[in-house]
């Protein structure tokens, strides 16, 4: 089947106009959110050096409670960064990647790193950290608790 000349010239002349108006770019501007750990968590998870140790013991009492006026609380303390109340900083509100633990009366202020993952829907905190003796490190994924 032959077009005829005139056919065929209009179809090009609509996929080039296609064609040049289909590739304009679009930059989207998101503001990343300031990260609220705000809220009561319990740990869900331990691994220390590499092997779960969540069934070995009761970690389901342990909670820390982070408040908004950058105080915490903890409940039944385990091994953890910090085993006293105090004060906590992000190292930078919008990309945590460091919290800064004040226990109230130390001299010193502890740090752990820590990533804020989204588990199942869940927003997550993973601490890893070393308690005292350097060749122990433990990971503790906690979840928020729901009242």
Not at 77 to 85: G, H, L, Q, S, Y
Not at 93 to 115: C, D, H, M, V, W
């Amino acid at each position: 089947m032959i077009f005829p000349l005139q056919k065929v010239v209009r179809t090009c002349a609509l996929f080039l106009v296609l064609l040049i108006t289909a590739c304009e770019q679009q930059d989207i501007q998101v503001q990343e959110s300031v990260k609220d750990i705000a809220g009561a968590w319990r740990i869900t998870k331990a691994v220390r050096n590499g092997v779960d140790i969540t069934a070995y013991a009761d970690f389901t009492q342990f909670r820390i409670n982070f408040g908004t006026n950058q105080q915490y609380t903890i409940e039944h303390p385990m091994p953890f960064v910090v085993t006293k109340n105090g004060g906590y900083e992000l190292n930078d509100p919008k990309y945590p990647f460091r919290i800064r633990f004040s226990e109230n009366g130390a001299a010193q202020p502890l740090s752990s790193s820590f990533t804020y993952p989204v588990v199942n829907g869940k927003r997550n905190l993973v601490f890893t950290f070393s308690p005292g003796c350097q060749s122990n490190t433990y990971v503790y994924t906690l979840e928020k608790v729901h009242p």
